[in-house]
């Protein structure tokens, strides 16, 4: 009988011994403080998800430490301004105003969150608890920027150029024009003589298609979301007509360049109709998605310049069609489609070889939709150039070229009546009127005076 009850005993603590071990192996809740990265203003939330099984919580505090004090934002007692979610069964979400408008006290400088967490493993036998913490940094005080660089003048699908100061040095600043930013770049990247790292200059453009009223600023943003804006710098902004031309294409330039087009882009899917419906597919859709390939291509421009001078036009060729001439189409005596071209198309004969138009970096060298065999170089601070409808290409992606180098040979690959080289300018990826890129006394005057301008302005003390 007692050997009996000794054993049952035995089996009971084994049993009660044995939970007690499998709770304490039972996960601890994970936390992750989702926002803020790592700064934090006057403005902005605070996130933090727990995840836990069925989001059970015994306790959940979250504290923000500053300068020796401890500022209470969370607990599941006092949930205060927090909204409370469970995006998924096992998680919680907390997500409560931070910045200065939400937690008053924050005061300058390191901050750290913390974050405790417990939930209950079988039937609270073992509480099981986590902790995390995040170092952050409170900017309460906006950016500055100041413009520096004077006689700044805008025509309607051109560019230009400015020379800022932008504190601190490490704060994101550029050019807004409506709603595009251009980044801008530290100016010692450009060859100014003053490297002072606060000094940056944007590359910018009025494109063809934006209002010649759009509002043009530049700006600095810090991480916190504080932003400074200048006020406008613009001295004029000038109007520039644009050509109007009727295309007629027939069946024969249809039957050479649509299949082919469409055997190169996977992108975009044919009906297996009409060629003029495939063709009308490549002249909208297809255009569309390669502007955006060709933004996405040169948005990881070098924040150093490569180029100097002027860029050079291919020479001795014939000028067939110019940046922003609104074309339409004519199929079988009826207007089929509209689309504006957004370079020049320069002839001279086949075959003939092409020059990079100044120093940069191949980042494309391959088929690109409607430009066909196409040569894309990216010149630094968010300048580029691009080559289409080449018969062959001679430079690979990241070759380094220099001004003059041959890219290739001219040819009619992809949308092309005949052999020319279409030539684009990009700036921030967006194309703009190349007829000022070519121009010397553009180049000295809206670049070159300016960087020598601000090197002299900011030398003084
Ligand atoms: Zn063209």
């Known amino acids: 009988m007692l050997r009996w009850l000794l054993a049952l005993i035995l089996l009971v603590t084994m049993a009660v011994g044995g939970a007690y071990v499998a709770a304490g192996r039972a996960v601890a809740p994970v936390i992750s403080i989702d926002r803020p990265e790592r700064l934090v203003g006057q403005q902005g939330d605070l996130q933090v998800s727990v995840t836990a099984p069925a989001g059970s919580l015994l306790e959940l505090t ?37 910045g200065k408008a939400g937690v008053p006290e924050l005061a300058q400088g390191a901050a750290t969150v913390k974050v405790t967490a417990t939930r209950s493993s079988f039937l609270n036998l073992r509480n099981r608890s986590a902790e995390a913490s995040k170092e952050v940094r409170v900017r309460l005080e906006p950016p500055r920027i100041a413009v520096l660089s004077t006689h700044h003048y805008v025509n309607h699908g051109g560019s230009e150029m400015v020379v800022y100061r932008a504190t601190p040095a490490d704060v994101h600043s550029g050019v807004r024009v409506g709603d595009l930013e251009y980044a801008g770049f530290p100016a010692g990247g450009a060859g100014a ?23 043009i600023v530049a700006f600095a943003r810090d991480e916190a979301g504080n932003e400074a804006r200048s006020s406008s710098f613009i001295d004029n902004v000038f109007p520039r007509p644009f050509k109007r031309s009727r295309i007629q ?44 390939k060709i933004a996405s291509l040169t948005a990881a421009t070098s924040p150093a310049r490569f180029w100097e001078g002027a860029f050079a036009q291919l020479g001795n060729s014939q000028v067939e069609a110019s940046f922003a001439d609104h074309r339409t189409y004519i199929y079988k005596g009826k207007d089929v489609d509209q689309q504006t071209h957004l370079g020049f198309d320069l002839a ?34 968010g300048v580029a150039s691009l080559y289409g409808h080449l018969s062959s290409i001679d430079v690979k992606v990241g070759d380094r070229v220099t001004k003059g180098q041959i890219l290739g040979r001219s040819g009619m690959t992809g949308l092309a009546g005949g052999d020319h080289l279409h030539f684009t300018m990009l700036v921030g990826g967006h194309p703009v009127n190349p007829v000022e890129w070519w121009d010397g006394h553009w180049i000295q005057d809206r670049v070159e005076r300016k960087l020598s301008e601000a090197g002299a302005a900011t030398a003084r003390p």
């Open 348 to 381: 001279v004969t086949s075959a003939v070889p092409l020059a990079a138009s100044n120093n940069g970096v191949i980042v494309n060298a391959s088929w690109l939709g409607i430009y066909g065999n196409c040569v894309v170089i990216d010149h630094g601070m």
């Open 62 to 98: 979250i504290a923000l430490e500053q300068n020796g004090a401890s500022i209470p934002l969370f607990s599941l007692d006092a949930p205060q301004s927090a909204t409370i979610t469970q995006p998924d069964a096992d998680i919680v979400r907390v997500v409560r105003p931070f």
């Open 193 to 215: 003589a003053n490297t002072d790292p606060s000094l940056k200059v944007a590359f910018f453009a009025l494109l063809h298609d934006q209002d010649l009223k759009t509002p």
């Open 249 to 292: 294409i027939d069946d024969r330039f249809l039957e050479r360049v649509v299949p082919e087009i469409l055997e190169h882009s996977p992108e975009i899917t044919t009906a297996g109709g009409a060629l003029i419906d495939d063709f009308l597919k490549e002249n909208g859709e297809l255009r569309r998605l390669n502007a955006e």
